[in-house]
């Protein structure tokens, strides 16, 4: 059975082991996995009857097949689509958030930002999808090295609070 052809509920235990997601990642690399598979090895498991590359694209539908979309969800929101539970909700928000961080640090321990669109690559992942006003402040050293950034504020619905406030 070739997954990628198969419109039919499986579990994963029943396929080949040539051809389940988490032994195709370790053989080949994550490069030849479609992103269902790599969600259903986060997700680790279905529901009862049901297989986790079913639950895995569920989940894509539910977010307009967009990792962006299941990536911003909020954790009450990836809890609507069923199988989704709080657990499973608070590990991929982890998972995301790791990416989100490994491409904020893939500049090294102490990238330089010395332009504003260093500054704008730095925020760039972090950013993306998001759809409330944040006021952060990167502080760096004479040499332009990052120290740390820090948000200052939330915006609310209608209006950022002063920064003072």
Same mark, same amino acid.
């Given at each position: 059975?070739?997954? %990628?052809?198969?419109?039919?509920?499986?579990?994963?235990?029943?396929?080949?082991?040539?051809?389940?997601?988490?032994?195709? &990642? +370790?053989?080949?690399?994550?490069?030849?996995?479609?992103?269902?598979?790599?969600? $259903?090895?986060?997700?680790?498991?279905?529901?009862?009857?049901?297989?986790?590359?079913?639950?895995?694209?569920?989940?894509?539908?539910?977010?307009?097949?967009?990792?962006?979309?299941?990536?911003? *969800?909020?954790?009450?929101? +990836?809890?609507?689509?069923?199988?989704?539970?709080?657990?499973? *909700? $608070?590990?991929?928000? $982890?998972?995301? %958030?790791?990416?989100?961080?490994?491409?904020?640090?893939? !500049?090294?321990?102490?990238?330089?930002?010395?332009?504003?669109?260093? *500054? $704008?690559?730095?925020?760039?992942?972090?950013?993306?999808?998001?759809?409330?006003?944040?006021?952060?402040? &990167?502080?760096?050293?004479?040499?332009?090295?990052?120290?740390?950034?820090?948000?200052?504020?939330?915006? &609310?619905?209608?209006?950022?609070? !002063?920064?003072?406030?």
């Amino acid at each position: 059975m070739n997954i %990628a052809d198969s419109d039919k509920s499986y579990l994963i235990a029943n396929l080949p082991v040539h051809e389940r997601p988490r032994e195709r &990642l +370790l053989r080949f690399g994550s490069e030849h996995l479609r992103d269902i598979e790599l969600l $259903a090895i986060i997700l680790r498991g279905g529901p009862r009857g049901r297989s986790t590359l079913d639950l895995a694209t569920g989940l894509l539908q539910r977010f307009n097949n967009s990792l962006v979309d299941v990536a911003k *969800a909020t954790p009450a929101q +990836l809890q609507q689509v069923a199988g989704i539970g709080h657990a499973k *909700a $608070a590990e991929l928000k $982890a998972t995301f %958030a790791l990416a989100e961080r490994l491409m904020r640090d893939r !500049h090294g321990e102490k990238p330089k930002i010395n332009s504003p669109n260093l *500054a $704008a690559e730095y925020f760039q992942e972090r950013f993306r999808g998001k759809q409330q006003e944040k006021l952060w402040v &990167l502080l760096l050293d004479t040499k332009n090295g990052l120290i740390r950034d820090e948000l200052i504020t939330v915006g &609310l619905l209608d209006r950022k609070p !002063h920064p003072r406030a």
